[in-house]
C-alpha cells in the first residue's frame, strides 16, 4: 500500500488549506490523519472509517478540521478551517484494518508527510 499526502503549505491564521491522501481504498479498514511539530510527538488529528466515514477527532481541532473520504478516488482528505499558528506541523497519513485509534503505534500503513505552516 502506497499512500501519497499532498497539499500542505503556507497559510495564514484563520485561512483554509486543504490536505490530500490518495493510494487506498479498502473496506474494513480505517483512515488517520496525524501531525508532528518540531521537537514533539507525533499525534492524531482525525480518523475516518472507509466503510461507513465515522469519524473520530482530537480535542485541537474539533469545530476546525474535517476529514471525509472519496471512494470513487479512493483518497482521504483533511479540511483544515480557521487554522492557528499551533496548527504548524508535518501531517501525514496512515491505515489500518479495523476501527479508528489514536495511537500511532496501531497504524500499519503510512504516507510520507506534508508540510503546514501557519503564519500569523
Known amino acids: 500500500v502506497q499512500l501519497q499526502a499532498s497539499g500542505g503549505g503556507l497559510v495564514q491564521a484563520g485561512g483554509s488549506l486543504r490536505l490530500s491522501c490518495e493510494g487506498f481504498?479498502?473496506?474494513?479498514?480505517?483512515m488517520g490523519w496525524f501531525r508532528q511539530a518540531p521537537g514533539k510527538e507525533r499525534e492524531f488529528v482525525a480518523g475516518?472509517?472507509?466503510?461507513?466515514?465515522?469519524?473520530v477527532y482530537a480535542d485541537s481541532v474539533k469545530g476546525r478540521f474535517t476529514i471525509s473520504r472519496d471512494k470513487a478516488k479512493r483518497t482521504v482528505y483533511l479540511q483544515m478551517d480557521k487554522v492557528k499558528a499551533e496548527d504548524t506541523a508535518v501531517y501525514y497519513c496512515?491505515?489500518?484494518?479495523?476501527?479508528?485509534?489514536?495511537?500511532?503505534?496501531?497504524?500499519?500503513?503510512w504516507g510520507q508527510g506534508t508540510r503546514v505552516t501557519v503564519s500569523s
Open positions: 496512515a491505515a489500518r484494518s479495523g476501527d479508528i485509534t489514536t495511537k500511532t503505534t496501531e497504524y500499519y500503513f
Open positions: 481504498g479498502r473496506t474494513n479498514y480505517a
Open positions: 475516518i472509517t472507509w466503510n461507513w466515514g465515522t469519524t
